[in-house]
């Protein structure tokens, strides 16, 4: 049985993002996507608008559920039972930082491993950061968000 966490700050959700939610549920029983309540981060969205966001883009796929979390990741790991970690690689600025990420959570906790996937070629140069910049000069989003995430992200810089 393969459960499996997707962690992020989906602040907001992707279409970088949903790809690997796509394509990790395809190989995994469960797959958990799970928001990280950073409250010394500064989120465009709070937690609870991601979760209903992420829930929304991903209802059609049976075996994703999406929760929040604070804390070590593997502890929340542990908490769902869950044996692997998803994570998505764009570039090789990516790597560095995600390889030390998942050797520290293997020393913390070796029952979990990390499983990368590269990102898909027409979303790799695609961040939630990207979408935010874009949005806050009133660029066109399609290709980056579905219709749905664009509407509240302009909707919030607006506010
Ligand atoms: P974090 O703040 O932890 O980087 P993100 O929400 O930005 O959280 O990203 C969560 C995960 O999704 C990370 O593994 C990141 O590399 C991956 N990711 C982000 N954008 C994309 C993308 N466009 N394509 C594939 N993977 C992505």
Redesign the pocket.
């Known amino acids: 049985m393969y459960t499996a966490i ?6 907001p959700v ?1 279409k ?2 949903l ?2 939610i796509d394509r990790a549920s395809k190989v995994t029983d469960n797959l958990i996507v799970a928001v ?1 309540n950073n409250g010394a981060k500064n989120s465009l969205f709070s937690v609870e608008e991601r979760v209903k966001m992420l829930e929304e883009e991903t209802a059609h796929l049976n075996n994703v559920t999406v929760k929040s979390f604070a804390g070590l990741l593997v502890d929340f790991a542990a908490e769902c039972n869950a044996n692997m970690i998803i ?4 570039a090789i600025t ?1 790597f560095e930082y ?1 390889l030390q990420m998942a050797q520290t959570n293997r020393i913390l906790n070796h029952k979990v491993d990390t499983f990368f996937l590269t ?2 070629l027409e ?2 140069y ?3 950061s990207t979408v935010k910049e874009v949005a806050k000069f009133g660029g066109d989003l399609s290709a980056f968000v579905t219709p749905k995430v664009a509407e509240q992200v302009k909707k919030k810089i607006n506010s």
Do not use: K, Q, V
């Open positions: 997707y962690p992020g700050s989906f602040d992707t970088g993002h790809d690997i990280l994570r998505g690689l764009r990516d995600e990102a898909g979303y790799a695609l961040s939630s």
